[in-house]
């Protein structure tokens, strides 16, 4: 029976502090708890180092809240003061402006928007609350043909097939084993199709105000209609918001993107935050033969020809590279602000991005293009 | 299970740096508490980091102190049972069928059966060590059946029954994290999170790697990689690019190049992307200039 005792005295402060990281939002299994104790005991342990690494390795807290555990560890082992706790963004965040306060910003000639600069300067970081949406009918629809139209690619697993390239050579055996060993038919192996992986970038500056959230509803219903899509806001900040949008209803996902974007309608550096994206190799990875689409209207305050490069590495490992501008409406649209025209050679398609419909019919269509 | 304490007669985390110092691996204490804990508690060891830290060279440490076989698993998209586990060898069933005539025989014996890494390792668990490199690139299908593997340490085959190994294995595995493993799989493994070295520990571990390369050129060079780092490259130099960059300096320099710029004539070696390279060729020499000084 002893062993459903109440721990021993000694092993009470490191008990202790599992519940107050799981306060803080680590998450930590009973099990871990039990290879925390044991490694303790394993290290002796001589100073409190130990016990932090000890606590590193079998609690296992992600490297970017490293800070986070630090800070707890020292509160609840060395009575320090809880500072540093919040610091340090999450993740999922990366800062796309330099602070240039004073320093002059040539390009301004092609803007409707005038203060679209002050807004870039000023980084409005804002909170956002979205209304309840109505479903529409174009994400209905999307979410229903998603399985059947989205672009697909083969899968290095194999499938059962009438015919294919390669002989299934366990089930031909198998079915030889009954007949003798006598091989009566071939069994064939082809391989299997997956869906690609879609990375959607979407602008959520000033200037595309009155799109955010339908764009965000986009992002959301193509998230919970096929497996790997990725989801990023920028503006004056890049923010992954695929987390968010894996929640299942709409309100939630939406609500729950608003707390974590914080650049909501203030300026854009489209050049910057995707160079900031591409930067991050966990994120440029995900562009990689992947349906990358940019929602954005393109109307950029940095400078084109960055814009251009960033967008050139992202043609270059992405499948096919859509950009979706609201500007683009009718059959004889070409892009006349400096931005897009820098862009337009390296985009695959550059179409109407200005309605959820109109979005989602070019993405229904993607799988009959070819690979560019 | 429990804890088995020592381990080849290595009992702490020192004796361990200690050992995989002489396997010519220089250690943090960090990593070397991990690995030592991961040993002790029989459990998995996680390693992640970014490219080029050495995830891969301390497994091959790891094997090397031990003194097993390292068996290694490089994963990837759609890594499945027959790559991982066992394959039956399907040519050789069948002549054995065709070759049996009237007698009976039982093609799904030991000499049918392909061991692929993850068998092999729990067939001989005393003797080798299981690297399973890149985990983040399989797909989810293989990390949830790997998770019954780390768990359990058994394999099922349905035409022979349950193989179990003798004594829990070591395992390492290493992810690039370009995605998010599955936090249980986390939650089983001993975890570290391997970042650059201190610029002192990488000063010694190029010396260490590449004999021939004087302590002023390795500080040199890793100085300069260090700043290398700081800038937002889409591949930055890892531990493997500064030892090539402190080995193919000192080549030219004996070629009769002179110093600083033997340090530039050799950058192909530290930053292998054409964009790369532009975006700091502005800046190189003034880099080189600060980090020979």
Redesign the interface.
Known sequence: MSEFDSPPRAARPFIAFIPLLRANGF?I?P??TI?FL??I???GPRDL??VR??G???L?PP?ER?AAYDALFDMHFLDAEGDGLDEGEEDDVVRVQEDRRGMDDPLAADESNESGEDATRAEALVERRFGPAGPGDALRRLSREAGRRLPKRL???RLRARRGAAVD??R??RD??RND?E?IRLSHLKRRMRPRRLLVLIDVSGSMKARTQDNLSLAHALTQATPRVEAFTFGTRLTRVTRPMRLKRREQALASAAQIVSDWDGGTRIGDAL??F??V??F??YARGAVTLIISDGLERGDPAALA?AVA?LSRSAWRLSWLTPLAVGRDFRPRTQALIAISRFVDDMVDGGSTPAIVDHILALQRRRAA | MAPRGSIVGIDSPEALERALRSAYYLADEGLATAAYLALALGKPLLLEGSPGVGKTEAAKAIAAVLARRLIRLQCYEGIDASAALYEWNYPRQMLAIRQAGEQTIDIYGEPFLIERPMLASLRSPDSTVLLIDEIDRSDQEFEAFLLEFLSDFQISIPERGTVRAAERPVVVLTSNRTRDLHEALRRRCVYHWIDYPTPEREARIVMARASSVAEGTARAVVAAVGRLRREPLSKAPGIAEAVDWAEAATLLNRGGARWPDAFKRSIGVALKDEEDLAYVSGRLDAMIAESVA
Do not use: H, W
Request: proline residues 5%; hydrophobic residues 50%.
């Open positions: 998450a299994a099990e871990q290879a044991s490694a005991a394993l290290l180092e130990d690494r000890a590193l390795a079998t296992a490297p490293r899968s290095y697993r050579l366990r031909t055996l030889a084993a060993g091989v160079k900031a591409l930067a190799p966990r440029a990875s490069e590495r």
